[in-house]
């Protein structure tokens, strides 16, 4: 049956990812809604992924390209370690993504946000947009639903948040960009970073805020079908 789609043609991919520092170490979000093209291919997954103990990536574009990217720099970074006896900085972690991410520009559909703390500068966050630019910033989003909240962040994001606040601008911003990017969806994944160690935690989608007449979540008619229960025939 011919739908009129070209399936050879390039798939848009699209995300929501976030970093922000606050007064003592660093918050990263994500949305969970893997697309290709008009198809939702995985509507639960996890985008933020661990570099080290105290550094992880937030991943956009093509998954299959920023798996094998944190891969590698994963690999790279468990050999530092072992030869410096020491665990590896985020800006360590940031310029071998950038450094894979440049020498392959050519062949890679991904943008990465670099995030984590040591204890030589605290906590950091890096932005590595498509093309491999190494950007060492207090905030960065990335992915498709980055186009709606620059105005946002520009308004909310301020210095010396703390960790409380940091995690709730970054759970509003992620729900923001759910409401307005059709790419994005699913649940919220946020994960904390300090001297303390590492905090993850989940923020189902029937929890996030409801923006710009957005519909209210209702149970599918399966749930409603498979918790139901059968009435008696009458004779």
């Given amino acids: 049956m011919d739908m009129g789609l070209d399936l050879n043609a390039p798939h848009s991919m699209g995300t929501t990812i976030i970093g922000v520092t606050?007064?003592?170490?660093?918050?990263?979000?994500?949305?969970?809604?893997?697309?290709?093209?008009?198809?939702?291919?995985?509507?639960?997954?996890?985008?933020?992924?661990?570099?080290?103990?105290?550094?992880?990536?937030?991943?956009?574009?093509?998954?299959?390209?920023s798996q094998i990217?944190?891969?590698?720099?994963?690999?790279?970074?468990?050999?530092?370690?072992?030869?410096?006896?020491?665990?590896?900085?985020?800006?360590?972690?940031?310029?071998?993504?950038?450094?894979?991410?440049?020498?392959?520009?050519?062949?890679?559909?991904?943008?990465?946000?670099?995030?984590g703390w040591d204890k030589y500068e605290g906590g950091k966050i890096y932005g590595i947009p498509l093309g491999g630019t190494l950007l060492e910033q207090p905030f960065t989003i990335g992915g498709s639903g980055s186009s709606y909240l620059y105005g946002f962040f520009d308004q909310a994001w301020k210095e010396g948040m703390t960790k409380d606040e940091a995690e709730q601008l970054v759970i509003k911003a992620v729900s923001l960009a759910i409401a307005r990017d059709g790419a994005s969806g699913g649940v919220v994944r946020t994960v904390i970073i300090n001297s303390e160690g590492v905090t993850r935690n989940f923020y189902p989608g029937d929890t996030l805020p409801i923006w710009h007449e957005e519909l209210e979540p209702r149970n599918s008619l399966l749930d409603i079908l498979s918790t139901s229960s059968p009435e008696p025939m009458s004779t």
């Fill in 22 to 65: 606050y007064n003592g170490g660093v918050v990263l979000g994500a949305d969970s809604r893997t697309s290709t093209g008009m198809y939702v291919a995985n509507r639960a997954s996890d985008k933020i992924t661990q570099l080290t103990d105290n550094v992880y990536m937030c991943r956009s574009g093509s998954a299959a390209d």
């Fill in 69 to 115: 990217v944190s891969d590698y720099v994963r690999y790279f970074l468990h050999q530092h370690t072992i030869q410096l006896g020491q665990p590896a900085t985020v800006k360590v972690a940031a310029n071998l993504a950038r450094l894979l991410s440049y020498s392959n520009k050519d062949m890679l559909q991904t943008g990465l946000i670099i995030g």
